[in-house]
C-alpha cells in the first residue's frame, strides 16, 4: 500500500537517508528502529510530504505521493517526535483546531474529539492548557492530534520518549489496540526494542541512513541463530576479563553492562566452562551467569557493532 | 480560516505580556502624554497658527469705475448699469475673499495680514514671517465682473504662493482659497440666474501640494494627537507579534504539522495577514474608544468624521497585516525570528518618531515629515490628524492609497520569499 524507494536525503554534507527501501501493507504494524542519527525523523518527513527527498520516491497505492502529496496527506496521521501542540491552547482546543483543519466540523467534530480524548484517556483534564500538562499527557494529546481524522495509516516517530512507564505502556496498549481493533496501519519508530518487539509484527533497522536488515522479528532473531547472548555477572568490574574473553575464539562481542558483562558468541557446548576458567586465571569472581535467547537488541549489536542507545 | 484566526487570537491573547504591550502599554502613554502636554498646549496645540498676506494689488473703486465705464461703452440702458453697479459690491470676488480670510472663524488657524505691497511681502516670505502670499490682481475685480456680465474670459487669477515646507499648511491654505473659488462659482452661478457663466478663477496651484478643503474646526488637543500617535506606533507592535507568534508555530513544530495536514503555505501566509489585520483594528478600535470615553478625546464629532476615522483605521490595519505577512515570510523562509526582534526593537522606534508619534516632527524640520509620510504609521497619522482637523476626505485620500500601495508591496513581497510547499 505504503512503498518507499531509494529514498535519499543529502543535507550538505550529511547523508541523512541514504536510499532506504521500505514497505507497509495495509493493516500491518511495522517498526522502524535505529538509534539517535539514523534517519528515522527525515525518512518519516519525506514520507508525509513535508521535505523533498534528494532523490528517491514515496508510493502510496502505486502512484507517487511526491508528485500527488494531496493523495496522502488525508489518509496519514502522523505523530511527530516532538511535541507539536499549542502551549497555551487546551487539549480540546487542540483537538477541535487539527479536526477543523482536516475538515470535521459540528457535531462529528465533537463527537471525535471526546472519543479520541476517551481513548488517549484524558477526557477529564480536556480544559486545561497543554502547558501545565505532564510529559506523558503532553504525549498522549501528541497522539489524539494524529487521531483525529481516523487515519489509514499512522506514522509514530517516537511517541514515547522522555515518559514515564505507565504513560508508555498505555500508549503502547493504545497503539496495539488500534492496529488490531481497527485494522489501522503503523510504523512505529522508536529506539526502544522492547516496544517494537511487543508492537510489530516486521521491524526495519536502520543505521547511518541505510536499511541495515528487515523482516519478521523471528526471521531477524534468526540471523543470531548461531550465537548465544550470555550475561555474566562479576563482584567486580574487571577489564582483564574482557580482553581474555574477547581473545576467545567463539566469542565475537562483549560489552559492558550493569555488575558484569554481555556475551554474545558462537554456540558451543563448553563455554560456559571456558568463562568460568578465564576468570579464574585472573582471580574474577563470578556471581552469575545467565544464558539468553537473542533480542532485537542484540540483533542490532551484531549488526553494528553499537548499542541502540547509550 | 476563522479557524486559524480563532487559533492566532487565543493564543496571542492569552500571552499576558502581549497585551500588555499591544494594549496597556499605549494606553498608559495616552494618558500621560495627554495629561503632560494637553495644559502647555492649550492655545496652540498641533499646528501653529498660519500667518499669511493678502496683497491688494487692485483698488476696488477703480475696478468698478472701469467696469462702468466699460458697461456704458457697451451701451447698456442706465437703468440697469445702476442695477448692475450696485450689486457688484456684493459679488466682488476680492472682497469676499478678504472678509473670509478675516473671518473669526478662522482665526487660530490662519492670521491674515493686509497692506502689504508685494515686494515687502515677498520679503516676509523670505525671512520666514509669513508662509503664503496671496495675491488678488491688479484688474482681477473687473474681469471676473465682466465674466459674470459679460461672458468674458477672465485672464487674470489669483495667486497663491507658499512656502511649502509644512505639508500641512499648504494644504490649508490651499484649501481656504480653491474652497472660496468653488463656493464663490456655486454662489455667483446661482444669484445671476440671468444665464451668466460662473467665472473661472483659477488657482494656480502650481509648486505645492494637492488640493485640500478646509472646514475649519478645534486644532489638535494633545490627547488626540497622543491618542493617535500612540495607536498607529503600538499597532506596528502587531506585525512583529504575529509573526513572532508564527515562528512559535515552526519552532514548535506546529507548523510542520499543518503542512503534513494538507494546509497550504499560501494559506498559512494569508491567515497571518488576516489575523495581523483585524487585531490591528480591534486594537485601535479600543484605543481609540477607550481614550473618547476616558479623556472626551473625540467630543461632538460627527457620523462622517467616525466613517473615515473607520476607513483609516481599516486601511492601516491591511498595512500592519501585510507588514505581519512579510515578517513572518522572513522569520520563517530564514527560520530565524530576529527579523521581529529588529522590528520591534528598533525599526517601530524610527518609524515612530519620524511618523510624529512622539512630537510633531514637522516642528523639527519639514524633511523628517516627508520621510515620515512614507513609513505606514506616519502616514496615516497624518490622515488621522487632517480628518481631526476636518480636511475633506479627499484631502486624506493621498496618504491612504500611499499606505495601501505599501501593503500590496509588502504582501507581494512576503509571497515571493516565502516556501510554496514544502519545508525543505
Ligand atoms: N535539517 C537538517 N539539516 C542538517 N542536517 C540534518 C537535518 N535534519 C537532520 N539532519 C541530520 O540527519 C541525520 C538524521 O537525522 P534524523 O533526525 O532523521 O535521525 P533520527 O533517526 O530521527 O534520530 P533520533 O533518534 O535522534 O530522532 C542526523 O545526522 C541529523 O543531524
Ligand atoms: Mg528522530
Known amino acids: ?310 | 480560516m476563522w479557524n486559524m484566526l480563532k487559533k492566532d487570537f487565543l493564543t496571542i491573547s492569552r500571552d499576558r505580556s502581549e497585551v500588555l504591550v499591544l494594549l496597556v502599554m499605549p494606553f498608559v502613554l495616552i494618558a500621560i502624554l495627554g495629561f503632560a502636554l494637553g495644559g502647555i498646549n492649550q492655545e496652540n496645540q498641533g499646528i501653529a497658527e498660519i500667518p499669511i498676506a493678502l496683497v491688494m494689488s487692485q483698488e476696488f473703486d477703480q475696478e468698478l469705475a472701469a467696469f462702468e465705464q466699460r458697461l456704458e461703452q457697451e451701451g447698456f440702458p442706465i437703468e440697469m448699469i445702476n442695477q448692475v453697479i450696485e450689486s457688484a459690491e456684493a459679488i466682488d470676488p476680492a472682497t469676499m475673499l478678504k472678509d473670509l480670510l478675516l473671518t473669526p472663524e478662522l482665526e487660530g488657524t490662519i492670521n491674515t495680514e493686509i497692506g502689504y505691497q508685494l515686494t515687502e511681502a515677498q520679503q516676509a516670505l523670505q525671512d520666514d514671517e509669513i508662509a503664503a502670499i496671496i495675491t488678488i490682481p491688479d484688474q482681477f475685480s473687473y474681469q471676473t465682473l465682466s465674466a459674470i456680465y459679460l461672458d468674458e474670459e477672465p485672464k487674470v487669477s489669483i495667486e497663491v504662493l507658499v512656502q511649502d515646507y509644512e505639508q500641512i499648511r499648504s494644504d490649508v491654505i490651499e484649501s481656504v482659497v480653491t474652497n472660496f473659488v468653488d463656493q464663490y462659482n456655486f454662489e455667483t452661478s446661482i444669484a445671476l440666474a440671468t444665464g451668466g457663466e460662473a467665472i473661472e478663477t483659477a488657482v494656480n496651484t502650481e509648486g505645492f501640494g494637492e488640493t485640500t478643503y478646509l472646514s475649519t474646526q478645534e486644532p489638535v488637543s494633545a490627547f488626540q494627537y497622543y491618542t493617535i500617535g500612540m495607536a498607529v506606533m503600538f499597532a506596528l507592535y502587531v506585525a512583529a507579534t504575529v509573526s513572532s507568534n508564527a515562528f512559535k508555530e515552526k519552532e514548535t513544530h506546529v507548523f510542520a504539522r499543518l503542512m503534513v495536514t494538507g494546509e497550504k503555505p499560501i494559506r498559512y501566509l494569508i491567515s497571518k495577514a488576516v489575523s495581523a489585520t483585524v487585531l490591528t483594528a480591534l486594537q485601535l478600535a479600543i484605543l481609540f474608544v477607550l481614550s473618547g470615553v476616558l479623556f472626551q478625546t473625540f467630543a461632538n464629532q460627527s457620523f462622517s468624521f467616525w466613517l473615515e476615522m473607520s476607513v483609516i483605521t481599516l486601511s492601516f490595519a491591511l498595512t500592519v497585516g501585510s507588514v505581519a505577512t512579510l515578517l513572518t515570510a522572513i522569520a520563517l523562509q530564514f527560520n530565524n525570528d530576529a527579523i521581529s526582534a529588529t522590528f520591534s526593537g528598533g525599526v517601530v522606534t524610527i518609524f515612530a518618531f519620524l511618523g510624529g508619534s512622539f512630537t510633531p516632527v514637522e516642528q523639527i524640520s519639514p524633511v523628517i515629515r516627508m520621510l515620515g509620510n512614507w513609513t505606514p504609521n506616519g502616514a496615516v497619522m497624518t490622515a488621522y490628524l487632517q480628518t481631526i482637523q476636518g480636511l475633506s476626505f479627499d484631502a486624506v485620500m493621498p496618504m491612504i492609497y500611499r499606505v495601501l500601495a505599501m501593503s500590496i508591496v509588502f504582501i507581494s513581497v512576503a509571497v515571493f520569499i516565502f516556501p510554496k510547499r514544502r519545508l525543505a
Open chain 1, 1 to 310: 500500500m505504503l512503498e518507499v524507494e531509494g529514498l535519499k536525503k543529502t543535507y550538505k554534507a550529511t547523508k541523512a537517508v541514504d536510499g532506504v527501501q521500505l514497505y507497509l501493507n495495509h493493516g500491518e504494524s511495522v517498526g522502524l528502529l535505529g538509534p539517535n542519527g539514523a534517519g528515522k525523523s527525515t525518512t518519516i518527513s519525506m514520507m508525509s510530504t513535508l521535505i523533498t527527498p534528494t532523490s528517491g520516491d514515496v508510493r502510496y497505492n502505486k502512484k507517487s505521493v511526491l508528485k500527488h502529496p494531496d493523495i496522502i496527506r488525508p489518509v496519514l496521521g502522523v505523530v511527530p517526535q516532538e511535541i507539536a501542540l499549542y502551549e497555551e491552547l487546551s487539549a480540546y482546543e487542540n483537538m477541535k483546531f487539527f479536526g477543523k483543519i482536516y475538515g470535521l466540523s459540528g457535531k462529528k467534530l465533537e463527537k471525535k474529539v471526546d472519543e479520541v480524548l476517551e481513548l488517549v484517556g484524558l477526557s477529564d483534564r480536556k480544559k486545561e492548557r497543554i502547558k501545565r500538562y505532564s510529559g506523558g499527557m503532553k504525549r498522549r494529546i501528541n497522539i489524539a492530534v494524529a487521531l483525529m481524522h481516523e487515519p489509514e495509516v499512522l506514522i509514530m516517530d517516537e511517541p514515547t520518549v522522555g515518559i514515564d512507564p505507565q504513560s508508555r505502556s498505555y500508549i503502547l496498549d493504545m497503539v496495539r489496540q488500534l492496529n488490531r481493533e481497527k485494522g489501522m496501519t503503523v510504523l512505529y519508530t522508536s529506539h526502544y526494542m522492547e516496544e517494537v518487539e511487543r508492537l510489530c509484527d516486521r521491524v526495519y533497522i536502520m543505521d547511518h541512513g541505510h536499511i541495515i536488515a528487515s523482516g519478521t522479528k523471528e526471521e531477524l532473531k534468526n540471523i543470531l541463530s548461531g550465537e548465544e547472548t550470555v550475561f555474566v555477572e562479576v563482584q567486580q568490574m574487571a577489564p582483564g576479563l574482557v580482553e581474555k574473553l574477547v581473545a576467545h575464539e567463539a566469542i565475537q562481542k562483549v560489552t559492558e553492562v550493569e555488575k558484569g558483562y554481555k556475551v554474545i558468541a558462537t554456540k558451543g557446548e563448553d563455554l560456559l566452562a571456558d568463562i568460568f576458567k578465564l576468570a579464574s586465571t585472573i582471580d574474577v569472581k563470578i556471581t552469575g551467569i545467565h544464558v539468553q535467547t537473542p533480542t532485537l537488541e542484540d540483533v542490532f549489536l551484531h549488526l553494528t557493532g553499537r548499542k541502540l542507545r547509550d
